[in-house]
C-alpha cells in the first residue's frame, strides 16, 4: 500500500502541470466557440491525441496511480480548462472502463483501441444505459438483449437517452436486460460495433450546459452482435445469473451488489470534475475582485465580497480532499463504509453549484454575460449534481450505508 501524504510526488506535479498547460493553452482558449456551436470539438480532441491525452495508455497509467490521485488530478486539470471539452475528451474513457471492468483481455484489446482511433483519425466510444423511463431508477431499463442460439447472436432492441457520444461513437457500450425477473442483476453490457445495422442516432438534445459534448437518443431496432460482444462472455453471465436466481429463490436476501462498488469507485473521477470547474470559477472571482473598483476601491476591499472568496476556497479544497480520500480508498480496496465515494460527488458537485453562483454574483453584471467564462462555468457546473447519479441518489446512498436501513 502506498504510504500515505498530502503531497503529490514528483512525477504527479508535472503530469498536472502538463495537464494544466494544456487546458490553458488549447482547452481555455477554445471553449466559447464550441459552447456557442454546440457540436464535438474534434479538432481539441485530435490535439489531445498528438500530444499523448486522448489514450487509453494514458488513462490506464493514471488509473493505475498507486496513489489513486493519477485520475483525479487529470480530471480536475482538464475540466479547470473547460467541461465541455473536457467531457468530450475523457468520454470515450467512461465506455472503455465499462469494457476494463467486465471485459475479457481479448475484448478488451479488440475494442477499447477501436473507441480511440489515432491520432490521424480520432473516434470516440459512447456508455449507453440511461432509457426516458430508466434514470436513477436503473432497474426499470427496458432494453433488451435476447439470444439467437442458432447463430450465436444478440439481438439488441429498445431506446436509450442522453448517451454522451451517443451516435457519434465508433464503438457504443450498451446495457441490456437479458433476464427481466432480476432486476438490474439481470443486466449485462455489449459492444455494439462500428457501423453495425440497426443502430441509430435518434434526437441530439440541446443542452443548459457542457454543450461541447454531444450528448444524444441512441435507437436500436434488431441490432445483432456476435456472441463475442457480450462483456465477459457467456459463460460468466450464466453463472451470474444462476447465482442470482438462487439468491432470488432464498428469498431475496440483499447482497452487495458489485455494480454499487464500481460506482463508489468511478464517482471521485466526477467529483474531481467539479472539483476543476469550481476552482477555474473561483480563480477568476478572486482576480476580478481585486482588480474592479467601485467606490474607489477593489471591491474584495468589502468584506462581504472577500469573504464569500474565503468560503470558495476552502469548499474547493475541501471536495477536493473528499475527492482524493475516496480516490486513495478505492485504488487500495478500502471498504466504503460511509459511502465515501458518494460523499465526494455529493459534496464536490454542490460546491461547484454554489462556488459557481458566487462567481457570477461577484462579477456582476460581466458574470451575466458570455464575455467572461464564468457564465459558462455557471451553466456547465449544474451537470455534475445529475449525472452519474443525482445528489438526492447520493444522498440515498450515503443514508442507507450509515445507518443500514433500506431509506427510500
Ligand atoms: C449531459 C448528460 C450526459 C449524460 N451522459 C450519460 C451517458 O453517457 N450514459 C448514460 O447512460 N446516461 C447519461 N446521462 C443520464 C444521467 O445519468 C441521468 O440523467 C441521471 O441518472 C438522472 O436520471 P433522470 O434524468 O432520469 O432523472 P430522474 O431519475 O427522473 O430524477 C428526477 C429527479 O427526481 C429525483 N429522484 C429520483 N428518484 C429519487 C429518490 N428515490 N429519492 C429522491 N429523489 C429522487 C432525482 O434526484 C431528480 O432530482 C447523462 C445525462 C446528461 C444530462
Known amino acids: 500500500m502506498a504510504e500515505f501524504t498530502m503531497e503529490l510526488n514528483e512525477e504527479q506535479r508535472e503530469v498536472r502541470d502538463w495537464l494544466h498547460g494544456f487546458a490553458a493553452d488549447v482547452i481555455r482558449p477554445a471553449a466559447a466557440e464550441w459552447d456557442e456551436r454546440e457540436e464535438t470539438p474534434w479538432p481539441v480532441i485530435q490535439e489531445a491525441a498528438k500530444v499523448g491525452i486522448y489514450s487509453l495508455d494514458f488513462y490506464a497509467q ?12 487529470a480530471m480536475e486539470e482538464l475540466f479547470w480548462g473547460d467541461a465541455g471539452i473536457a467531457l468530450s475528451i475523457v468520454g470515450t474513457g467512461l465506455a472503455a472502463v465499462g469494457v476494463l471492468a467486465n471485459g475479457t483481455e481479448e475484448q478488451i484489446g479488440t475494442w477499447i483501441p477501436q473507441m480511440y482511433g489515432d491520432a490521424n483519425d480520432v473516434k470516440v466510444a459512447a456508455f449507453c444505459s440511461s432509457e426516458p423511463d430508466a434514470g436513477s431508477d436503473v432497474a426499470s431499463m427496458r432494453t433488451r438483449a435476447v ?34 425477473e432480476l432486476g438490474s442483476k439481470g443486466h449485462a453490457s455489449f459492444i455494439v460495433p462500428p457501423n453495425t445495422p440497426g443502430l441509430s442516432q435518434g434526437q441530439k438534445f440541446k443542452k443548459h450546459g457542457i454543450r461541447a459534448s454531444h450528448t444524444a437518443e441512441v435507437v436500436l431496432e434488431d441490432v445483432r452482435v456476435p456472441g463475442s460482444c457480450l462483456l465477459g462472455g457467456k459463460e460468466k453471465l450464466d453463472e451470474r445469473l444462476a447465482r442470482a436466481r438462487e439468491r432470488a429463490k432464498a428469498g431475496g436476501e440483499r447482497v452487495k451488489n458489485a455494480a454499487m ?16 470547474t469550481a476552482r477555474a470559477a473561483y480563480e477568476v472571482a478572486l482576480e476580478y475582485a481585486k482588480t474592479r473598483e467601485q467606490f474607489g476601491r477593489p471591491i474584495i476591499d468589502n468584506q ?32 466504503f463504509t460511509a459511502a465515501e465515494g458518494s460523499q465526494s460527488k455529493l459534496f464536490a458537485s454542490e460546491t461547484a ?56
Open 62 to 73: 493514471q488509473y493505475f496511480d498507486p496513489t489513486g490521485l493519477g485520475i483525479p488530478m
Open 147 to 180: 439470444y439467437d442460439e442458432a447463430k450465436d447472436e444478440w439481438v439488441l432492441n429498445g431506446t436509450k437517452t442522453w448517451a454522451t457520444n451517443g451516435g457519434i461513437a465508433n464503438v457504443h457500450v450498451v446495457v441490456a436486460v437479458v433476464d427481466a
Open 261 to 276: 462498488a464500481t460506482f463508489e469507485a468511478s464517482r471521485p473521477a466526477v467529483g474531481a470534475m467539479a472539483v476543476g
Open 304 to 335: 462581504g465580497v472577500a469573504f464569500q472568496l474565503a468560503d470558495m476556497r476552502t469548499s474547493v479544497d475541501a471536495a477536493r480532499l473528499l475527492v482524493w480520500r475516496a480516490s486513495w480508498m478505492a485504488i487500495n480496496g478500502k471498504p
Open 353 to 408: 453549484k454554489k462556488v459557481t453562483a458566487q462567481a457570477l454574483q461577484i462579477l456582476g453584471g460581466n458574470g451575466y454575460t458570455r464575455e467572461y467564462p464564468v457564465e459558462r462555468m455557471h451553466r456547465d457546473a449544474a451537470i455534475y449534481t445529475i449525472f452519474e447519479g443525482t445528489s438526492e441518489i447520493q444522498r440515498l446512498v450515503i443514508a442507507r450505508t450509515v445507518s443500514g436501513m433500506s431509506i427510500r
